[in-house]
């Protein structure tokens, strides 16, 4: 399993972003596609998640409302829309992959780094 997350940059608190994560190496139905944020000196957090198969979406409730996942089978590609950007959603993120009947995250990549300016 590979996944690549990319789309990250430089915003100003308020704006929005759109990153992507690129699938490969296997059908992925069945599994989880998930995001998670890692902010300088924090730990890794969760960010969401979204089933391939159904596209059914679960989120940290802290970021309900400004963040939405989608995916696109077609393109084994899926997005994190991110809106209202604040400086405290500076981070590099990352996507990955689980199993529906497993708690393990795998596939991570470099991750895409996100900067939010005040």
């Known amino acids: 399993v590979q996944l690549q997350a990319s789309g990250g940059g430089l915003v100003q608190a308020g704006g929005s972003l759109r990153l992507s994560c690129a699938a490969s190496?296997?059908?992925?139905?069945?599994?989880?596609m998930g995001w998670f944020r890692q902010a300088p000196g924090k730990e890794r957090e969760f960010v969401g998640g979204i089933g391939w198969s159904g596209g059914d979406t679960y989120y940290t409730d802290s970021l309900k409302g400004r963040f939405a996942i989608s995916r696109n089978k077609f393109k084994k590609t899926v997005y994190l829309q991110m809106n209202n950007l604040e400086p405290e959603d500076t981070a590099i993120y990352y996507c990955?992959?689980?199993?529906?009947?497993?708690?393990?995250?795998?596939?991570w990549g470099q991750g895409t780094l996100v900067t939010v300016s005040s």
């Open positions: 190496g296997r059908n992925f139905s069945g599994y989880y």
């Open positions: 990955a992959a689980r199993f529906r009947s497993s708690t393990e995250w795998y596939g």
